[in-house]
């Protein structure tokens, strides 16, 4: 099986895996947590705004694979304090619309440097 491998700038690898791997008609894109590309950070604030970094993320990654979030099909969200929940739910709620992808969301005991919230994405080329 064969896999390309998709970088995209404005998003930040903290190991050694891309971005994204194109396999088929599917697209995988690895997990972003928040960081702030130009300041190789993570994003100050409250969850909402660590989850408003994540889709940016995401979606630069999206882009650099010529999709868009309309061609979603499944989102995790990983999150080290469940009482979060909520908040992130209503930032997630504003970067898709109906159909929303298929989603699981998951309670975790930490995250890569300290972040709150990380999120992964497979999306589907049309």
Excluded: W
């Amino acid at each position: 099986m064969s896999r390309k491998a998709i970088n995209a700038e404005g998003a930040v690898a903290v190991g050694p895996y891309s971005h994204a791997v194109e396999s088929g008609e599917l697209v995988f894109l690895s997990g972003q947590t928040p960081i702030d590309a130009s300041t190789g950070k993570l994003v100050q604030g409250d969850i909402a705004a660590q989850t408003e970094q994540c889709f940016l993320n995401l979606f630069q990654v999206l882009s650099a694979a010529g999709l868009s979030p309309d061609d979603v099909v499944k989102v995790n969200v990983f999150l080290t304090d469940m009482s979060n929940f909520e908040v992130m739910n209503k930032v997630y709620a504003t970067k898709f619309t109906s159909p929303y992808p298929a989603r699981t969301t998951i309670g975790v005991a930490s995250l890569p440097l300290g972040a709150q919230v990380e999120i992964e994405m497979i999306a589907k080329r049309k």
